[in-house]
């Protein structure tokens, strides 16, 4: 028969250098997360470069037909027409061959979604931003030049070159999108 003396103690039952030992993982484990914190952090972008080029969401349920909203993206205003089905049918219904940059409307237009239409607003002439719902294709004019063009962005009279640029978009659903 064996007998425990006194400094001795029973395998199940903690001791002090049991606690000092967990107390002691617990502030090192705190601290090593509180060194690497900063550590990780930093190598997360500026929030000035996420501002210029991170996407942007879009709802587009607020926006009634007819209605053209700008938004801003890498610093660019953006057009979002939501286009009245006469609209979309004047834009469609155009002799494409006759256009200066010929491009049919459903080229500028995501399929399914033909009432939206999505613009880089900068003239493509020499970068003015046109106004919304003006000329003589109750489209966009470059006040600065006169630029005209119609609800699809395309140029129609003046002298800028080329049709209004469109952005890299996508339909998140029927009502968001995400430009970027």
């Known amino acids: ?5 006194s400094a001795e103690s029973s395998p199940t039952e903690p001791t002090r250098r049991d606690y000092l030992f967990i107390a002691t993982s617990a502030v090192a484990a705190v601290g090593a997360a509180g060194a690497l914190w900063p550590l990780i952090a930093q190598m997360n972008p500026d929030a000035s ?3 210029a080029g991170a996407p942007i969401e879009v709802d587009l349920a607020p ?10 993206w890498r610093s660019k205003p953006i057009f979002i027409n939501h286009r009245t089905k006469k609209q979309v049918e004047d834009a469609r219904n155009v002799d494409v061959a006759k256009l200066p940059d010929p491009q049919p409307d459903s080229a500028r237009v995501k399929p399914g979604h033909e009432q939206w ?3 880089i607003a900068i003239c493509t ?5 046109p106004l919304a719902d003006q000329g003589a294709y109750d489209g966009y004019f470059c006040p600065c030049h006169g630029s005209v063009y119609d609800t699809s962005g395309r ?11 469109l952005p890299p978009y996508e339909f998140l659903s029927d009502s968001k999108i995400r430009i970027g």
């Open 125 to 129: 002439h020499l970068g003015c931003i």
């Open 49 to 51: 470069t996420i501002a």
């Open 1 to 5: 028969m064996t007998t425990m003396s």
């Open 117 to 119: 239409q999505v613009l």
């Open 63 to 72: 926006i009634a037909q007819g209605q053209v909203i700008k938004v801003f």
């Open 155 to 165: 140029i129609r009279q003046g002298p800028a070159p080329l049709n209004l640029a």
